[in-house]
């Protein structure tokens, strides 16, 4: 990157030592740029001093480009921002500038640069988004609505997330808005050194939790690693200080084992005909902060790592067989990123090798064009509306399959788009979004039909329903994984292959034990947006307690000449003489007929209905609630809850699930409780279409060898199946 602060003390991470800073452009002196934007715009047919380096940054990846566009945008952006100074004293539009140099410098085409121009004018100027379509077209106009801020006086304390909500869904079609807001960030976080420190580090914070997540999930990581070191800087001082000395003291050091082993790997090369490039690419400050924390003391190797960079695919593997062959090779640090790359488009065979102090160096091998696509990520693909020939117009795979192919729309992009849609209000997207992006690596696992599902890594069988089913996962009552019966709390692994056993009834309902293996966000709002609207059997006794539980399952309103009455949507009918009443069964202890039950009022002219020897009715009781006389209506079908307490054993839970579908009766729900000294309990909400059946159900499941008791249900069960 080029651009930087007017005073260097401003910037709180400067680079590394002369000796390790990589070869490029030398650094843009912002006060110049600030004389030149004072003197307004050029000619018409001249493009103005000001974006000189801008345009030569973008030939240098772009020499074909209409530089047209860029021009109205400066002037337009200059024109605009006159008058406007920034916390540091220099003119507004070196903000832009700087901004769009970044991008020119990681090969943005001139869309992306003419939107990053404009990026502010709509936020902080009289431009309407009306202006920039009309001058500069739809797909400008788009770009720079995605990176405008909302308003704090509309949106107050939510102004922030929402803003970020907002450019995420743009993101979702345009991933050049994140792509301008990254570099925008960068140019703050570099002269940030002027605002108040609480503010530097509130800044540094979002930064580290939402903006470097995103930085690497895009692959920007030109972007990402400066992001990391300008943080480390605010948020750590004095470690950031300790690293800093690390790279001068060795610097400083008359020999170097990293420029000593580049030279090997050169004349290796060499000898088998091999045209690559061999580079020492110092590690930025965080990494050499992490490698320090791992490793203790550092030596010289440690400082950097080998890029070798060849011309096409089949070299990267040639390449390592000749270091394989001619080097002592560290086996277990070989790594494969070429075959199967990371979900952020990285690319790269990854080893190492030895010398013969003990020394080792890390070795990078990739193509021009794979480290090209490793610095600059999603901004050096270029267009996204450009879709390749094999590819469908709307950017969909030609099988129909409904899967994006376009590396710019990801998959986790996909699923983070589907779940911000479901979260209700700011602070949930904020807190939740934070979370997603703290896991940065994926898996994938595999469908019995072929399909695949890409899950963020440590998801479990939970996460596998929701991210297949959506909502429709509620009914899901276990797994297979890799053709054996397993837990929905089941940790998956890359590769595993899962088949997801659904429940017949679709009112069948997810534990609320789930959330605490569910790691996806898809997951856990989902869950939680059930549980909201259906209280646990704890929170409806406490509710009744306190007198305030809503309707949670509203039946039909009676007549008012008439007696209440409510299946409970599982046929069992109960009858209440209190006309305008709605009844429920209460899930603590679920009664059926013929038990012998009472009622309760709660708020909403809610009625509950117990059984009497439910532990809540004598809580109830116990604090002076009056009792209401229900009774049982005609019926004949209903949903009961029995617990199987058995030994653990191989296959015991198949041979209970069959045993009650040997009875002819449907499984709502079945949970599973972790063994307890070679002791399990399983519980089943079971839909019965005759409560006379219900004696010889328990006695078929009673039969199953390893079963010692069956009974009702006092209350839910605490763990997942």
Known sequence: ????????????????????????????????????????????????????????????????????????????????????????????????????????????????????????????????????????????????????????????????????????????????????????????????????????????????????????????????????????????????????????????QESDPLAEIADEVRGVLREAGIQAEVLIRPRHFVSLHRVSRKRGRLRGTDFGRILVLVGEDADCYAVLGELHTCLTPVVSEFKDFIAVPKFNLYQSLHTAVARGDGQVAEVLIRTHQMHKAAEAGVVALGNPYAAPAEEQPDGRRADGEGERVDPTRPGWLSRLLDWQEAAPDADMFWSTLREDLAQDREITVFRPDGGTLGLPEGASCVDAAYAQYGEDAHACIGARVNGRLATLSTVLKDGDTVQLLMGQDPASEPSREWLEHAHTPAARIAIQRWLATHPSPAADEQAERDGDRKDETPARRPALDEPAATSDTVGAVVVVDRPEATVRLARCCTPVPPDEVTGFAVRGGVVTVHRVECAAVTRMKGLGRPEIDVRWGDTTEFRVTLVAESFQRPHLLADLTEAIALEGVDIVTATVEPPTQQRVRHTYTLQLQDAAHLPALMRAMRNVPGVYDVGRAQHQTVAAY
């Open 1 to 252: 990157m080029s651009a930087e602060a007017t005073n260097p003390a401003v910037s709180p991470a400067p680079a590394p030592p002369p000796a390790h800073r990589r070869k490029g452009r030398p650094r843009i002196d912002l006060r110049r740029l600030g004389r030149a934007a004072l003197l307004g715009p050029t000619t018409r047919d001249r493009l103005p001093d000001a974006i000189s380096h801008v345009v030569e940054a973008h030939r240098a990846h772009h020499p074909d480009a209409d530089l047209e566009p860029l021009r109205r945008a400066y002037v337009l952006a200059e024109s605009s921002h006159r008058g406007q100074m920034r916390k540091s004293g220099e003119p507004y539009i070196t903000h832009p500038l700087a901004v769009t140099l970044i991008l020119a410098e990681l090969g943005a085409e001139t869309t992306t640069l003419t939107a990053s121009l404009l990026h502010d004018t709509v936020e902080d100027t009289d431009v309407t988004l009306d202006q920039v379509r009309e001058e500069f077209g739809a797909e400008v106009c788009f770009i720079v609505d995605g990176v405008t801020k909302l308003e704090k006086v509309d949106y107050g304390a939510a102004a922030e997330p929402e803003t970020f909500r907002k450019m995420l869904v743009a993101t979702g079609n345009d991933v050049r808005v994140m792509s301008i807001k990254l570099a925008d960030r960068l140019h703050n976080m570099r002269t940030l050194g002027v605002m108040r420190p609480e503010k530097q580090e509130r800044i540094a914070k979002v930064t580290r939790d939402v903006l470097i997540p995103l930085a690497e999930r895009l692959g920007v990581q030109a972007l990402k690693t400066e992001l990391e070191d300008l943080v480390f800087a605010i948020l750590h001082p004095e470690e950031y200080a300790h690293t800093r000395g690390l790279i001068a003291d060795n610097a400083a």
